[in-house]
């Protein structure tokens, strides 16, 4: 259970190995100088630095590496799955795969919607109830207007939890105004801040060692870029010293996340529509389309143990839905996950493989629009379920009919139109915070990209998400070169 890696010295051999989803990465440098779990310490061991173009586009678009790769080149990460064995040699053990279906008699391919939902809450009951006997009310979870942090909040009062709620945003913010709505209605205190993420980080003294700061703590490299969130990481330490933190990263699983109609798709199908939100525009001439998401479908079906399947045959709906724990999951949530980890206890309920198994053949009827997430709210707390939500209803009642009529529209969205729809939302430059303005970052590196202009056209980049990240990657083979 949990978010872990191990190391076990057994007759002589130190064996290392991670939690079933594969969740924390155990780096390598080219060879094998250092074996890490962390990245920044992977660079120390690397005697030169250069960029691995496929993983830089990756993390620069898509807010991580997938598969072993990084975005720098000879720098990697062990297979999911296997046990690194440090003996006279280095070697790999690759274990039996756990990631496929549940037996026939769990499988809830054919449950009504209130036996999905109760087969569900009992796995995660479980889990709380592990929760609840070694941390009893020294809880803390954030509480916004969605799903996932209500789901949990009902779990944790459930197994007898009291926990300590917070949320971030403005007061008129709508997640603040339903946990208010939700925290009242239950009687629990809620800690309501001012959102982190649109504080300035206050005072230009020390910048250039604050950003260095920043880059420790996050390891080289977090999905939004390490510029700016200096105010974030005071809250993180904050919030860890009040005791265990849970997060409810990967509660996606419970519905439709990549918003797919009902059916088989290509891995590069998939590729194509829900990993390939990229602008040509910012990719210098090196940059190839179809190599990146035939590199980033190969990844996938890696992932879900189906390397055997060729990138155009047919993904039934089963294996589709394995993709967001067994890909984004363990490549762009896990990241996150280990990162908060390093500021303090943070446990993630979602992120367990004998839960997230039991979701891949839930009918997709029951997935659409959160039903099922709503009933296993209602099933554990129905005063919980009652409170009005962020979506403009309450969890206790049907979608109303706007929300049905949208949820059909993405459905029905071909997924090649979802590529220009990016590219259209950031046809024109957006506006750009302060930290990332040329005069900031001219303080820690040279903004005319010597390294990451071979694979893009930073001033061509209009999204300020990805023009962090780039900056990111720059600042780290600027320093680190």
């Known amino acids: ?42 660079l120390v061991g690397q005697p030169e630095l250069e960029p691995d173009p496929q ?19 000879g720098v990697t990460s062990t297979p999911f799955n296997s046990l690194l064995c440090l003996d006279d ?38 889990t709380f109830a592990t929760y609840a006997k070694l941390y009893g009310d020294g809880v803390i979870s954030a509480l916004s207007g969605g799903f996932d942090s209500r789901l949990i909040l009902a779990l944790l009062l459930d197994a007898g939890v009291t926990p300590k709620l917070f949320v971030y945003g403005q007061p008129t913010d709508s997640d603040v105004v339903v946990a208010k709505k939700v925290s009242q209605a239950m009687g629990l205190a809620l800690d309501a801040r001012v959102n982190a993420a649109t504080t300035e980080p206050a005072g230009e003294e020390g910048y250039a060692d604050r950003i260095a700061r920043d880059f420790a703590l996050f390891d080289g490299w977090n999905y939004a870029g390490v510029f700016g969130d200096s105010v974030g990481i005071d809250n993180r330490f904050a919030r860890a010293k009040q005791g265990l933190v849970l997060n409810g990263s990967l509660g996606e699983v419970y519905r439709n996340s990549f ?17 390939s939100r990229f602008d040509e525009r910012a990719m210098s001439a090196s940059f190839d389309a179809q190599a990146y998401i035939a590199t980033m479908a190969a990844s996938m079906l890696q992932a879900i143990g189906q390397d055997y399947i060729g990138l155009d045959d047919r993904l039934d709906r089963h294996q589709v839905e394995m993709i967001h724990p067994l890909f984004r999951g363990r490549y762009w949530s896990s990241r996150d996950a280990g990162l908060n980890q390093r500021f303090g206890p943070m446990l993630y309920p ?4 004998e839960s997230v198994r039991l979701t891949y053949d839930v009918p997709m009827a029951h997935k659409s629009l959160g039903r099922i997430e709503a009933r296993m709210i209602e099933q554990l707390n129905p005063d919980l379920a009652a409170v009005v939500s962020d979506y403009g209803y309450r969890f206790d009642q049907e979608p109303p009919l706007k929300s049905r009529l949208s949820n059909q529209a993405n459905l029905l969205r071909p997924l090649w139109a979802r590529r220009l729809a990016y590219r259209a939302k950031y046809r024109r430059k957006q506006a750009f915070p302060s930290y990332l303005e040329t005069k ?17 056209h930073p001033q061509k980049i209009n999204d300020p998400s990805v023009y962090n990240r780039v900056a990111t990657m720059e600042y780290v083979f600027q320093h680190w070169s």
């Open 350 to 353: 979602f992120f367990d493989l």
């Open 259 to 275: 918003y797919l109609r009902d059916g088989s798709f290509s891995a590069h199908d998939v590729a194509a529509g829900v990993f």
């Open 440 to 456: 900031k970052l001219q303080r820690v590196m040279d903004t005319s990209f010597p390294h990451m202009s071979a694979l893009f």
């Open 89 to 126: 040699q280095i070697s790999l053990i690759q274990k039996p795969s756990p990631y496929g279906p549940v037996s026939a008699s769990a499988s809830l391919a054919g449950s009504s919607l209130d036996e999905a939902a109760a087969s569900l809450v009992q796995a995660l009951r479980k």
């Open 55 to 73: 993983g830089a586009y990756e993390y620069a678009w898509s807010g991580s590496a997938f598969g072993q790769r990084t975005y720098v080149k």
């Open 1 to 42: 259970m949990g978010i872990y890696a191990l190391g076990v010295f057994k007759n002589g051999v130190l064996t290392l190995l991670t939690d079933a989803l594969g969740s924390v990465k155990i780096y390598r440098s080219e060879h094998d100088e250092v074996i890490s779990d962390s990245f920044a310490a992977a």
